[in-house]
């Protein structure tokens, strides 16, 4: 997916994205849509690092794949969260083959981190994973604090965002300024999309 040696950014803890913690949009978005976890969901999350949202997600889920590019990190993951429901797993997103088995996806900066042309793979890859009717949620970073050849991570626009999603998803909900680490703050936004067909 990436020409980026992620384990090795891992090894050498070049990692400005690791912050100990999940998200802090997280628990706000979880309470804030109970609707969503109610019938325990089979959730998929990719690029999941450390897998502190993870961590966080899987006492609300049926079934949890946690999904990232390097080993590195997925191996500390399963020692900082060893919840039965989680299935840690290295693969790459634009490969993983479980068409419609979920009905909730929680991106965190997975999307971010992709090379541009690839987006559309993106799209293509969630909606094939997602069930009709299922939800991609999470936090979408807008404005990284560099220049956009300097990526990742990459920045993007909601109009960006609106013409890649919007012919196979709707989108349920925009919540701009979300609760969220230091120095972010005015530079991301937590969306709903909900798959079409």
């Given at each position: 997916m990436s020409a980026i040696d992620w384990d090795a950014r891992y090894r050498d803890g070049e990692t400005p994205w690791e912050k100990g913690m999940a998200h802090p949009a997280l628990p706000?978005?979880?309470?804030?849509?109970?609707?969503?976890?109610?019938?325990?969901?089979?959730?998929?999350?990719?690029?999941?690092?450390?897998?502190?949202?993870?961590?966080?997600?899987?006492?609300?889920?049926?079934?949890?794949?946690?999904?990232?590019?390097?080993?590195?990190?997925?191996?500390?993951?399963?020692?900082?969260?060893?919840?039965?429901?989680?299935?840690?797993?290295?693969?790459?997103?634009?490969?993983?083959?479980?068409?419609?088995?979920?009905?909730?996806?929680?991106?965190?900066?997975?999307?971010c981190a992709i090379p541009l042309n690839r987006r559309p793979e993106y799209v293509r890859a969630i909606h094939a994973l997602l069930k009709t009717g299922g939800f991609l949620?999470?936090?979408?970073?807008?404005?990284?604090d560099h220049l956009p050849e300097e990526g990742p991570p990459f920045g993007v626009t909601r109009e960006e965002l609106n013409q890649l999603f919007a012919e196979d998803f709707e989108l349920i909900e925009d919540l701009p300024n979300?609760?969220?680490?230091?120095?972010?703050?005015?530079?991301?936004?937590?969306?709903?999309?909900?798959?079409r067909i």
């Open positions: 706000f978005f979880v309470s804030k849509h109970p609707e969503l976890f109610a019938e325990k969901p089979r959730l998929f999350h990719p690029g999941c690092g450390y897998g502190h949202d993870a961590g966080r997600l899987a006492p609300l889920c049926s079934e949890l794949t946690a999904l990232d590019l390097a080993a590195e990190p997925i191996a500390r993951a399963k020692a900082l969260y060893p919840a039965p429901n989680i299935h840690w797993e290295v693969g790459d997103l634009f490969a993983w083959d479980e068409p419609g088995k979920y009905d909730l996806v929680w991106e965190h900066t997975c999307f949620t999470g936090v979408f970073f807008l404005e990284p979300p609760p969220t680490y230091e120095g972010r703050e005015n530079r991301e936004t937590v969306m709903i999309w909900q798959k």
